[in-house]
């Protein structure tokens, strides 16, 4: 090399991403957030739309079914339990039915071991019925009340009587009350005939009556007049307008021997007792009344 010579150097300049050491890893987590938010809102908004029926209904299907529990072999899912009673591990289910079957040191008495008296096989089936026939009404009291408030909701007729509609259930049934609003009442002053807008409430209301097979009873109600009086005309009154609104119903579809009762009770049962004078206190009260249990027979009668 020549003495004026000077070395030549070679510079190798490498070109970065642009995202630094994550590089695009921020979208993937950005788009999960977002996925995130959008089924956290939508779950949101099912929960303020569903009824609480619905959300009863989603609980149950969610719920885990239930697991029958066995003290057999070690007491595990896949546990087993042996066959014969030979064997030094022969411990299994047949061991578990001797203990949990009744005793049987005196065949001949009656009366179980704390004094009182076993129960009959037709009683225990009776209650056992009886038990299933009143959850099996609830379902339907629910399915009813349910389809109900849809066909109000529905049509549009129908949506802007909907305060008008009261549904609940009693000791005695289903309770649908067709109350008076202030401006919107279902019987003209003094008249025991039931308006146009009673009349539509009370056809629709026939439609949830004609899918259940139980009983009608049908009160009648008024509200107090001034000074909290309650004229002897208010229980002409209150039983014409449950006798009218029979009618009504009988003339949609509902057969007259479903009627259990119709009566008017005037002022006697307001449905705001602290202020009697309020006018829904004046309703018409339609009630499907619960059917009595069957009672098992008793054989010391």
């Known amino acids: 090399m020549a003495v004026g010579d000077q070395p030549i150097v070679i510079k190798k300049v490498k070109k970065g991403g642009g995202g630094g050491h994550h ?24 929960i303020n739309t569903t009824s609480p029926e619905q959300k009863r209904g989603i609980a149950d299907y969610f719920a885990p079914a239930s697991v029958s529990q066995t003290m057999s072999g070690a007491g595990g899912i896949l546990a087993g339990s042996a066959l014969g009673k030979d064997g030094s591990k022969s411990a299994g289910s047949s061991d578990v ?31 056992a019925q009886a038990e299933k026939d009143q959850e099996r009404e609830a379902a339907a009291f629910a399915s009813a009340a349910q389809s109900l408030r849809q066909a109000l909701q ?58 259940l097979p139980n009983r009608i009873s ?13 004229p002897a005309s208010d229980w002409q009154l209150s039983a014409a307008r449950a006798d009218a609104s029979r009618g009504v119903l009988q003339a949609a579809g509902v ?22 004078m309020l006018p829904g206190n004046r309703r018409i009260a339609i009630v499907l009344l619960r059917e009595a249990p069957v009672l098992p027979p008793n054989p010391g009668l």
């Open 255 to 276: 057969e007259g021997d479903r009627i259990y009762q119709v009566a008017g009770k005037a002022t006697s049962e307001p449905l705001y007792p602290d202020d009697p």
């Open 154 to 211: 529905s049509m549009p007729e129908l949506a802007e009587l909907s305060k008008n509609i009261i549904i609940d259930e009693t000791p005695e049934g289903l309770r649908i009350q067709l109350v008076d609003q202030e401006g919107r009442s279902m019987f003209n002053q003094g008249s025991a005939q039931p308006n146009e807008r009673a009349k539509l409430l009370l056809r629709a209301i026939s439609k949830i009556i004609n899918q």
């Open 97 to 127: 039915i001797e203990e949990l079957a009744p005793s049987s040191e005196n065949p001949n008495d009656g009366d179980s071991k704390d004094g009182s008296k076993p129960q009959q096989p037709e009683q225990g089936l009776a209650a």
């Open 218 to 230: 049908i009160y009648g109600h008024t509200s107090a007049s001034s000074g909290g009086t309650k």
């Open 23 to 46: 590089g695009g890893a921020w979208k993937v987590a950005y788009a999960d957030f977002v996925t995130a938010m959008m089924a956290f809102f939508l779950l949101m908004w099912l």
